[in-house]
């Protein structure tokens, strides 16, 4: 699902000095053998229900790093969100379907600028 040219790229930006050290360093702040610490993962969700902003969710089917059916957590614990699945989509929608994903952001922008109860109506 990754073109040559977002490979070549990646690389390009891993070799340049210190991002992997600074890659190896994030990795290690939230991630662990067995994959994120159960009690960062809890914290996260008793957080999500007081985020009173509105939210668009993109995953991608596909994604082989964080599976889709995390993104149901996202529809139950989030007020204002909006989920969004892209077929045929792995990990970075915003590359592997840069346009489709760049459409209904600029939708989702629109919707939040449209008049509605207590935006002037």
Not at 25 to 48: E, I, M, S, Y
Not at 83 to 103: D, K, L, S, T, Y
Request: charged share 20%; proline share 8%; net charge neutral.
């Amino acid at each position: 699902l990754v073109s040559p040219e977002v490979v070549e790229d990646k690389f390009r930006l891993a070799s340049l000095p210190g991002a992997q050290a600074a890659f190896s360093k994030t990795l290690r702040g939230f991630l662990r053998l067995g994959g994120f610490p159960a009690d960062q993962v809890a914290a996260l969700h008793a957080a999500l229900p007081g985020i009173a902003a509105p939210a668009l969710v993109v995953w991608g089917r596909q994604d082989q790093l964080l599976p889709v059916k995390q993104a149901d957590t996202l529809k139950r614990l989030l007020p204002r969100v909006e989920v969004q699945i892209f077929e045929n989509c792995g990990h970075v929608p915003q590359v592997e379907c840069a346009e489709r994903f760049n459409q209904n952001v600029l939708a989702f922008w629109a919707k939040l600028d449209a008049p509605g109860p207590g935006r002037g109506e």
